[in-house]
């Protein structure tokens, strides 16, 4: 089951964080508002000058496509498994989570 934030399918918003640059100028547009600025169909189609309906089928589509991306190039899920198994690590070895943050902060100031 997927969790739910203000109504809004909180895969959907990963993928869209992970994918929205591959969308069109119009799709990242209105799935921005939606998704990041939490505007209604109404308040989207009034700002755009589009009906609810057409919001509501590009916002079906950004979806479908959102999820093919992710068929396709797996990011999403990378990530989720890359983060269960840090976690599962710091629980298990504590002692690795002070070196890995020292790490962290060599190369931030490295690359900073």
Do not use: H
């Amino acid at each position: 089951m997927s969790e739910e934030f203000g109504g809004k399918d909180m895969e959907t918003v990963r993928l869209f964080d992970a994918y929205g640059a591959l969308l069109t100028e119009r799709q990242r547009k209105i799935a921005e508002l939606y998704y990041n600025y939490d505007l209604s169909l109404g308040e989207i189609a009034e700002e755009n000058g589009v009906s609810r309906q057409s919001v509501s089928d590009c916002l079906g589509k950004v979806d479908r496509r959102l999820k093919e991306y992710e068929k396709k190039l797996g990011f999403v899920c990378t990530a989720k498994r890359v983060s269960a198994w840090a976690e599962r690590l710091k629980a298990e070895r504590p002692e690795l989570t002070d070196r890995a943050e020292e790490l962290a902060e060599i190369l931030e100031r490295r690359d900073g």
